[in-house]
């Protein structure tokens, strides 16, 4: 199934033969710059709208909606043409709205402590399923504008290479936003970071790291196991001497793994040469990984420890946890509800 998001002006061009170039022009502008259905395109002729909507539905449809944080948090589970299922997360800020979008339907990197990789993988989104996300975020968020687009839901965005770099070309292209308004995560497929080096976008790019030892981060991240951490400092080196843009690390703070002194000298060792951003998350419980992440008290001690040894840090303030929509918790959840786990508080 082809979204309209999937379209070029090319394609409608060709598409809708014979029909004025000024009518493609308010097509565009209607999905990219207004974020307009079809039939909320009212400056078109009734036939053509008509016409639009029939050949080119859209491909999400909207399944559930919650919401948190007095209401500033929503989470969407869209169902797609073939029953697969996605989440979407909407996070409005005093200064800024932020989409984190889903670029896989599941995934396959199968992260101990995530959710989505506990559910498995299904498929590869298409550019126009992702794009998508992006606009029905835009209309709800209105008459907000929205800011920042986050590649940090569903899915493993490098693994899904061309997808993910269409549409931060287009989102760019089309709705105008600044690559620098727009975060790629990624567990650490050194290939991938090197490709994407070269592809001249200045995105922020956002790894999770969460161990910085081998023997552990194979199990929290068997990814590791083919790109060890020596392979993913080579691409990191590359993606910071290509760009020139600074490199973040993700970190989600386990109580008892990762939160120790020893951890934070890893960690030191392995970003300072780098001069990585350290991002600290407190772990988002998930119904697979039965721990709790680390106390508030723990988490500014590691962020003190992180500061003390040179580098820049902040911790994420974890948004949506009560309805499964915090880092890490987004998974299919038409396959039943979540059991609820302890969160330390201390």
Same mark, same amino acid.
């Given at each position: 199934?082809?979204?309209?998001?999937?379209?070029?002006?090319? &394609?409608?061009?060709?598409? *809708?033969?014979?029909?004025?170039?000024?009518?493609?022009?308010?097509?565009? @502008?209607?999905?990219?710059?207004?974020?307009?259905?079809?039939? +909320?395109?009212?400056?078109?002729?009734?036939?053509?709208? /008509?016409? %639009? @909507? @029939?050949?080119?539905?859209?491909?999400?449809?909207?399944?559930?909606?919650?919401?948190?944080?007095?209401?500033?948090?929503?989470?969407?589970?869209?169902?797609?043409? &073939?029953?697969?299922?996605?989440?979407?997360?909407?996070?409005a800020y005093q200064d800024r709205v932020t989409v984190c979008v889903s670029t896989q339907a599941g995934c396959a990197m199968n992260c101990s402590f995530c959710a989505t990789g506990q559910?498995?993988?299904?498929?590869?989104?298409?550019?126009?399923?992702?794009? @998508?996300?992006?606009?029905?975020?835009?209309? /709800?968020?209105?008459?907000?504008? %929205?800011?920042?687009?986050?590649?940090?839901?569903?899915? +493993?965005?490098?693994?899904? !290479?061309?997808?993910?770099?269409?549409?931060?070309?287009?989102?760019?292209?089309?709705?105008?936003?600044?690559?620098?308004?727009?975060?790629?995560?990624?567990?650490?497929?050194?290939?991938?970071?090197?490709?994407?080096?070269?592809?001249?976008?200045?995105?922020?790019?956002?790894?999770?790291?969460?161990?910085?030892?081998?023997?552990?981060?194979?199990?929290?991240?068997?990814?590791?196991?083919?790109?060890?951490?020596?392979?993913?400092? #080579?691409?990191?080196? +590359?993606?910071?001497?290509?760009?020139?843009?600074?490199?973040?690390?993700?970190?989600?703070?386990?109580?008892?793994?990762?939160?120790?002194?020893?951890?934070?000298?890893?960690?030191?060792? !392995?970003?300072?040469? *780098?001069?990585?951003h350290i991002n600290l998350i407190p772990l988002n419980p998930t119904p697979g990984y039965p721990v709790i992440g680390s106390s508030m008290s723990k988490v500014r001690n590691f962020a003190?420890?992180?500061?003390?040894?040179? %580098?820049? #840090? /902040?911790?994420?303030?974890?948004?949506?946890?009560?309805?499964?929509?915090?880092?890490?918790?987004?998974?299919?959840?038409?396959?039943?509800?979540?059991?609820? %786990?302890?969160?330390?508080?201390?």
């Open positions: 199934m082809t979204s309209p998001y999937d379209l070029s002006r090319e &394609d409608f061009a060709t598409h *809708l033969d014979g029909v004025p170039n000024y009518r493609i022009n308010q097509i565009l @502008e209607g999905l990219w710059q207004q974020d307009r259905r079809f039939s +909320e395109m009212t400056s078109l002729p009734l036939a053509l709208r /008509t016409q %639009l @909507e @029939e050949e080119f539905p859209l491909a999400l449809t909207m399944t559930s909606e919650v919401a948190t944080d007095a209401g500033e948090t929503m989470k969407w589970l869209f169902t797609l043409a &073939d029953g697969a299922t996605i989440e979407t997360v909407l996070m559910a498995g993988f299904t498929r590869h989104l298409t550019a126009g399923e992702v794009l @998508e996300q992006v606009a029905y975020a835009a209309r /709800t968020a209105a008459p907000r504008r %929205l800011s920042n687009v986050v590649f940090m839901g569903m899915g +493993e965005p490098l693994a899904n !290479y061309d997808v993910t770099t269409t549409v931060v070309k287009r989102l760019h292209a089309e709705r105008g936003m600044s690559a620098r308004h727009l975060t790629v995560s990624t567990v650490g497929i050194a290939p991938a970071i090197e490709r994407l080096a070269g592809e001249g976008l200045p995105l922020t790019l956002a790894v999770s790291l969460h161990v910085a030892n081998d023997a552990q981060r194979d199990k929290l991240v068997p990814i590791n196991r083919r790109y060890n951490l020596d392979r993913l400092a #080579v691409a990191c080196h +590359e993606w910071v001497g290509t760009t020139n843009r600074r490199l973040s690390f993700e970190w989600a703070l386990i109580a008892g793994l990762n939160d120790t002194p020893e951890a934070a000298q890893e960690l030191l060792d !392995y970003a300072r040469p *780098l001069q990585a003190d420890m992180i500061e003390a040894g040179g %580098l820049t #840090v /902040t911790t994420r303030a974890t948004r949506g946890r009560s309805i499964a929509a915090a880092c890490g918790q987004l998974a299919e959840v038409t396959r039943g509800k979540r059991a609820r %786990l302890p969160v330390s508080s201390q």
